[in-house]
């Protein structure tokens, strides 16, 4: 049944940013710098989580990897699972009260993260790398104990952050903005940057901590660190929340009528909770899947599903095919300098083309740019595992994995915009932003799935075909979007100029 929240008013696909900035565009600096280093604290928390926890996991398990993907399986359905749930907290009227309680939960959450593992890397580390092998006697059962710890404090991080995404990311930038584009584009900028920065150096600093202190002292260090910011986090959002009076305004959110679930005497009173929990959650799912925006949500969620990347599966690939860490660490940085070269070209295509084209030109050229590194898994030369391909090889790969970066993180920047724009009056965007990154966690998911199918390092170039074919669906059902928004694709008055010129 169609509710007056699926009335959303499109983004008009054919206006071009040519508006010269005015003085409503203008953003407190001292308001703007307290945000982004909000941010970036968080960010960095976040990263450095991310990549270091599986650093320590293969080191507690050496002979399997079964306990990094089951860690990072269950994270992901966490957030497939709970992701609109963590965008409808970010729907709680009182902004500033959301935000302080959602830092504080993510503190505790990676505090306890670190705190299980330095106890596995202190007291069981023995014990943990016998767990696997003796998995079906039952024995060890403290180590699993703690691991199974471990994946929940990192679901309860995982939901943190998504909640935390939507709320800074979409609802208190989107907020800011006022409605104008030069301030919505520069404020996604500085987020995506400071993202990209992160994802750059803190797996580097990690590392080299690991590598030059050792496992327990750096595992002391980052969590110092991120249990540190927590003072400073909630000190720069009340900066903000002060300079930006706008984040103070009482939203009123309508809820759609059909949402209220009737009470029953024959359902029993335990099973009612989740009665309400999966009702409320398909009516959520309905209201996403028929809003104007959906297909482009689609197209960069399959987008991460993909191991054409510098994820853990093509790093384990390409350490079996004997390149080392510091080409591997080389190549990894290039990717993200040209993933910050996007973030500049976004803006110079918006303002010349449009921001509806400039998304579609955006992933199209991630297409094209992995062409090649498609073409790098299956000619001849490169089909026996095992073996380091020849140089051409690894500049087929190398360079267009590293070119398709600025493809995917100008398109990632436009259909972030055009979310924006989409659902800047909605009254339930957040559940709505929520329930974008529960789709991607859902592609990421099957992701996984598909290297655990497809687990054999010489079947690794059928996952890199899957990926290449999940990034074409992707580029077309933005075409459906693109078309749906504008009423075509292609400028035919183009093609009528050209005949008539050359005729």
Same mark, same amino acid.
């Given at each position: 049944m169609n509710s007056p929240a699926l009335e959303l008013e499109p983004v008009g696909a054919n206006e071009v940013a040519h508006s010269e900035p005015s003085a409503s565009d203008h953003i407190n600096r001292v308001a703007l710098f307290s945000l982004a280093a909000q941010h970036l604290s968080v960010t960095w928390t976040k990263r450095t989580a991310e990549f270091a926890c599986y650093l320590f996991l293969i080191d507690l398990f050496p002979t399997t990897l079964l306990p990094s993907a089951l860690y990072g399986f269950f994270t992901t359905l966490a957030g497939v699972l709970f992701g609109g749930n963590a965008g409808s907290f970010v729907d709680h009227p009182s902004r500033l009260k959301v935000i302080r309680i959602n830092i504080l939960l993510s503190k505790l959450a990676v505090t306890s993260l670190y705190t299980f593992l330095l106890i596995l890397l202190t007291r069981y580390s023995t014990e943990a790398k016998l767990a696997v092998q003796t998995l079906a006697h039952g024995r060890h059962p403290t180590v699993w104990v703690l691991f199974t710890a471990i994946v929940l404090v990192s679901c309860v991080m995982k939901l943190s952050d998504i909640a935390m995404?939507?709320?800074?990311?979409?609802?208190?930038?989107?907020?800011?903005?006022?409605?104008?584009?030069?301030?919505?584009?520069?404020?996604?900028?500085?987020?995506?940057?400071?993202?990209?920065?992160?994802?750059l150096v803190s797996p580097l600093f990690a590392g080299l901590l690991t590598s030059t202190v050792g496992n327990v002292p750096a595992l002391i260090v980052i969590g110092c660190i991120a249990l540190g910011g927590l003072g400073f986090e909630l000190l720069w959002i009340n900066i903000v929340w002060k300079r930006f009076p706008i984040l103070a305004t009482s939203r009123q959110r309508t809820q759609p009528q059909d949402r209220a679930v009737p009470s029953s005497s024959k359902i029993s009173r335990h099973l009612l909770p989740l009665k309400n929990w999966a009702t409320i959650s398909y009516q959520d799912w309905n209201m996403f899947i028929h809003s104007p925006v959906f297909p482009s949500s689609l197209a960069i969620s399959l987008l991460y599903f993909t191991t054409l990347n510098f994820d853990g599966s093509m790093i384990s690939w390409l350490k079996t095919n004997t390149y080392s860490d510091a080409l591997i660490s080389g190549m990894r940085a290039v990717a993200v300098c040209t993933g910050l070269a996007g973030t500049a070209v976004m803006p110079v295509l918006e303002k010349r083309i449009g921001l509806a084209r400039a998304a579609s030109w955006s992933i199209w050229s991630e297409v094209f740019s992995l062409t090649p590194v498609l073409v790098s898994f299956f000619v001849p030369s490169s089909n026996q595992q095992g073996v380091k391909a020849p140089h051409w090889n690894q500049v087929l790969l190398f360079g267009g994995m590293a070119i398709s970066r600025m493809g995917l993180w100008s398109f990632d920047l436009c259909q972030l915009k055009l979310l924006q724009k989409t659902l800047a009056d909605h009254p339930r965007r957040n559940t709505l932003n929520g329930l974008q990154y529960s789709l991607?966690?859902?592609?990421?998911?099957?992701?996984?799935?598909? +290297? *655990?199918?497809?687990?054999?390092?010489?079947?690794? $170039?059928?996952?890199?075909?899957?990926?290449?074919?999940?990034?074409?669906?992707?580029?077309?059902?933005?075409?459906?979007?693109?078309?749906?928004?504008?009423?075509? +694709? *292609?400028?035919?008055?183009?093609?009528?100029?050209? $005949?008539?010129?050359?005729?």
């Open positions: 995404s939507v709320a800074i990311e979409r609802d208190w930038v989107t907020t800011i903005s006022e409605g104008s584009d030069a301030r919505l584009t520069r404020l996604n900028l500085w987020m995506r940057r400071i993202d990209l920065g992160c994802k991607q966690n859902v592609l990421d998911l099957l992701k996984y799935v598909m +290297v *655990i199918v497809l687990s054999r390092p010489s079947e690794f $170039k059928y996952t890199a075909a899957l990926s290449f074919g999940a990034v074409v669906a992707g580029a077309c059902l933005y075409l459906i979007y693109l078309r749906r928004e504008r009423g075509h +694709v *292609i400028h035919t008055e183009w093609f009528i100029g050209m $005949k008539d010129k050359f005729s």
